[in-house]
């Protein structure tokens, strides 16, 4: 709400209050609260372009008309990058040539079975804390130093922090369990054909531990933005770095140097909506050698600095981005429309020429605020209280109605081969995560939540909101060919899992509702079952073809639930169980969890250790507790089972559930 002057009369102050917070703050809030608007013309059908700059000039100007779209120090839209990637990608280089092994060195047996980082895409990896090659194990964690300060003896302080470090445990067989070696970076991780990539908080290194012994630091990245994620497929790194703007000199933008060579990225590189959106930031997509620490390629996009998507399939790279549109446009289409008869011919002509101004978005509900103001401020006590009335239940009935178009994603497909964008589309809403998009069959199905923002509420008026949930399908040029509405009135997504065609959502705001969405026709999406369930599930992993696993949350404690999806109309929970934990690192990082099909298993790291489930026969059964340890992560290398906590490891035999092994990790 804007700030009243002091010397205002106190029923001035309450006028200028209500018919503020209705039309006007009530969008400046919608704002700090990051929401997607229409386009400048509101509503919106226009299908959404993208663009690379002509010239420097161009970008400066764009730059210009998109300062104008700020509003009271926020920025009208986010670009955050979550990469998420799949499919298959043509190799960048051969394989390179493994190191020979010492003369006299014999080369042991290769385990058969080793398990992988859990990702949402089978064969794609993703970055984290634990990797293993099937016979060692490379954990990075973080530990502690003390630092003194102060230079008398009796005056010193010591002052505890933090840094990170890369262990390479000697790992298989269990009986030869210990540590080989430490690199003295940390951070998370990526393995490929001999090499850990290590990503830091300010550099990617590149270590060549063919002899575990000895690692080999080969390449070093220096990273002169921040970095938002990355993927591994076949000898690529796909690497996603954000770049503040500078408003006097954007172009060139440097996100990295490689092997002290800065990488350089031009205007004529960078790709932009074609009607201006307010921006700070650039996105850069980097092909990455893991052997060289070398850039193949690069393409980029700029964007605001809040929260999106990234998604690559085996035809493309999708780039989910959030804009809002012209905030002084959208409360003038209110009252020109919804208030013309509250308001006389003057105030609505007046507020229309307001709209041709070249203004910026502050500059133009500032207008609209003295225009508002002018014309209240005639009224008596009666008429006004009429207003304040005919005003709260219009606005409260307009964004309720106008929700999908008032929240758009747009999101654009850039070719695998040359970078370079070939598709531009929008859909209403906005996906809560890498699991709310999947590609399949040529289509692009996107599930979204609407409307989640109560805005009069925000505003401190009162008044409803009503979010819903979407799903969307597009086809290979991004237009919406199919659309299923209204999931789960009044709640918001906390979890969505695509299985060829179905999906499966869930939903929650005070019961957990499980949707199965049927997906087989594209241009017609159908919601087949549903069940409710206390609490919420915000992890969904397949068990099998018919069977999910939930983990979640009941009131205070995690909850695990199977789901039997075998009938579509009628899907079941078969089994739950409540773990007396508060907290589990899978409710924010499928990375935590392991499943191991062969035992018919599932490990969920908590605060009071590493949990050992039993799914079998679709029951759930607590079979083993690793306690008196911080349990971060599980691997399996054939039948033993390795629990990796903060400060040691400990080896489980899986058929009989043993402890085999623990070593302590300095």
Not at 220 to 241: F, P, Q, W
Not at 414 to 434: K, W, Y
Not at 462 to 480: F, Q
Request: charged share 25%; proline share 6%; aromatic share 10%.
């Amino acid at each position: 709400v804007l700030p009243i002057r002091n010397s205002m009369s106190p029923q001035k102050a309450v006028l200028i209050l209500i018919i503020t917070a209705v039309v006007i703050a009530a969008i400046s809030v919608f704002l700090a609260y990051r929401p997607i608007l229409s386009s400048p013309s509101f509503p919106s059908t226009a299908k959404a372009e993208l663009k690379t700059f002509s010239s420097e000039e161009e970008f400066k100007d764009y730059l210009e008309k998109s300062a104008n779209l700020q509003f009271e120090g926020y920025l009208v839209g986010g670009w955050g990058v979550v990469p998420l990637f799949e499919g298959a990608i043509p190799a960048l280089v051969p394989p390179s040539v493994p190191t020979p092994l010492p003369s006299g060195m014999i080369k042991e047996a290769e385990p058969e079975r080793v398990s992988a980082t859990t990702v949402q895409v089978p064969g794609i990896d993703e970055p984290d804390i634990a990797k293993t090659d099937g016979k060692q194990i490379y954990i990075s964690r973080q530990k502690y130093w003390t630092r003194w300060s102060g230079i008398e003896e009796e005056e010193k302080i010591g002052i505890i922090e933090p840094y990170m470090e890369t262990k390479v445990i000697r790992a298989f067989p269990p009986e030869n369990l210990s540590v080989e070696s430490s690199m003295e970076e940390g951070g998370n991780l990526l393995y490929h054909d001999t090499i850990v990539i290590i990503f830091s908080s300010e550099k990617i290194y590149g270590y060549n531990v063919s002899i575990p012994k000895a690692p080999e630091k080969k390449w070093e990245i220096e990273l002169k933005s921040e970095m938002v994620g990355a993927r591994l497929y076949e000898n690529k790194i796909y690497l996603i770095t954000r770049n503040n703007l500078d408003y006097s000199h954007p172009s060139p933008i440097e996100p990295l140097s490689t092997n002290g060579v800065p990488v350089t990225i031009t205007y004529n590189e960078i790709y932009h909506p074609l009607i201006p959106a307010p921006v700070d930031v650039t996105y850069t997509i980097l092909v990455l050698n893991p052997y060289s620490g070398e850039i193949d390629k690069s393409t980029s996009l700029v964007g605001s600095s809040g929260s999106s998507v990234v998604y690559m399939s085996p035809r493309a790279v999708y780039v989910t981005y959030s804009y809002f549109g012209d905030l002084a446009g959208v409360t003038a289409h209110f009252i020109e429309e919804e208030c013309s008869d509250i308001f006389p011919a003057s105030v609505i002509e007046k507020v229309k020429r307001l709209t041709g101004y070249d203004l910026s978005t502050t500059a133009k509900l500032t207008e609209l605020r003295i225009i508002l103001e002018s014309y209240l401020n005639s009224l008596d006590t009666d008429e006004r209280i009429k207003v304040e009335n005919e005003i709260y239940n219009r606005a409260n009935d307009y964004f309720k109605e106008n929700k999908r178009e008032l929240e758009k994603t747009g999101i654009a497909k850039i070719s695998l081969d040359e970078l370079e964008v070939i598709a531009a589309g929008e859909i209403p809403g906005t996906p809560l995560n890498q699991f709310s998009l999947d590609e399949y069959e040529g289509y692009l199905r996107i599930a979204t939540t609407v409307g989640e923002r109560n805005l009069l509420w925000v505003a401190g008026i009162g008044g409803t909101s009503e979010s819903a949930n979407d799903m969307y399908i597009l086809d290979k040029n991004l237009n919406m060919v199919g659309a299923l509405k209204d999931l789960g009135i009044g709640e918001r997504i906390y979890s969505v899992r695509f299985m060829g065609d179905h999906a499966y959502v869930v939903t929650f705001r005070e019961i957990d509702p499980f949707f199965v969405i049927d997906l087989s026709k594209a241009e017609k999406p159908e919601l087949k079952g549903e069940v409710k369930i206390p609490g919420y599930s915000s992890y969904l992993h397949p068990l099998s073809q018919d069977k999910i696993l939930g983990v979640g949350k009941e009131g205070s404690t995690v909850k695990l639930s199977i789901f039997d999806v075998s009938s579509s109309e009628n899907p079941l929970e078969l089994d739950r169980y409540v773990l007396n934990e508060y907290w589990s690192d899978i409710l924010t990082t499928h990375h935590a969890f392991l499943l191991d099909e062969k035992h018919e298993i599932f490990f969920l790291p908590a605060t009071n250790g590493g949990y050992v489930f039993s799914y079998k026969d679709n029951r759930l059964k607590l079979l083993k507790v690793v306690s008196e340890q911080i349990a971060r992560r599980a691997i399996y290398i054939e039948d033993y089972l390795y629990i990796l906590g903060d400060d040691r490891i400990t080896v489980l035999d899986e058929t009989n559930w043993e402890e085999e092994m623990e070593i302590v990790i300095a």
